[in-house]
């Protein structure tokens, strides 16, 4: 069985060959997902009527062989703007952003959550920083940026950030904030050195891109505790630890 194939109407070769965007206002949507049946098709709806009229756009819903309904609802779409890309031997939401950003068809690229914790509404403000930047971050911890959670998880990510910034050197304020507008041939020309297993992969994008000398531009969002399901980060000691390894990682080995 192969690693992961398109569906919603066309085979992984026949969309290969769909013409590609040309008009300067487009973008394609990636959203990583696995077990999101209770708000993929709010997600959906939500961020096509941002941009319908606005912006000629896809969404492609990268599903890592969800255990409930998500296949189902991603692949009911038909009208041609949602891509259902299903992989059924490969897991990880790094890896799945790369292979959602491979598919695009758009050198405008959003990455963002599937559970709302991303504001659908923050992405025409981000692509309009595009024309001035190879990465727009939106940033929580920015100047107009908050964090909408529980209190203690509040202070780990506020604490886990600021440590973050210290070790690491950089000007960027929120390091695992996964919520980014960039440019699909500049993300995928960088050299990405190490596997991750959940959102540290935010650290190396950041590292990599400043080495070679790519704009980064951070604005405000206000990131809310997810509206639906259940989170998937449940051991908060387990996720520092992973942080705090590839920090030190980039810091001391690059």
């Known amino acids: 069985m192969a690693n992961y194939i398109y569906k919603a109407g066309k085979t992984k070769k026949e969309y290969s060959e769909c013409p590609s965007f040309k008009e300067s206002k487009e973008v394609s949507v990636v959203l990583p997902t696995y077990n999101e049946e209770d708000g993929i098709k709010r997600m959906i709806d939500t961020v096509s009527s941002v941009l319908k009229g606005k912006y000629k756009y896809e969404i492609i819903v990268v599903d890592d062989n969800s255990s ?13 703007n949602v891509v259902a890309l299903h992989r059924y031997h490969v897991k990880g939401i790094f890896s799945a952003i790369v292979d959602g950003i491979k598919a695009a068809r758009s050198n405008n690229v959003i990455m963002m959550d599937a559970d709302f914790s991303h504001p659908p509404a923050k992405i025409p403000e981000m692509l309009s920083y595009l ?14 940026g908050g964090v909408e959670m529980p209190a203690f998880k509040k202070l780990a990510t506020v604490s886990l950030n600021t440590c973050l910034r210290l070790v690491l050197g950089f000007k960027v304020t929120d390091f695992t904030g996964g919520f980014h507008a960039l440019k699909r041939d500049r993300f995928l020309a960088l050299k990405f050195r190490y596997k991750a297993q959940w959102g540290e992969f935010d650290m ?12 980064i531009k951070e604005i405000p969002f206000v990131y809310k505790f ?5 989170s998937k980060s449940q051991s908060y000691v387990k996720y520092a630890f992973l942080y705090w390894k590839r920090a030190l990682q980039l810091r001391f080995q690059g």
């Not at 409930?68 to 041609?80: C, V």
């Not at 990599?208 to 704009?215: E, Q, T």
């Open 68 to 80: 409930d309904k998500t296949p189902e609802i991603i692949d009911s779409y038909k009208d041609g």
């Open 131 to 144: 024309q001035e930047a190879d990465i727009v971050s939106c940033s929580r911890f920015a100047a107009g």
């Open 204 to 215: 190396e994008l950041f590292y990599r891109a400043l080495r070679r000398g790519y704009v």
């Open 226 to 230: 997810r509206e639906e399901g259940q």
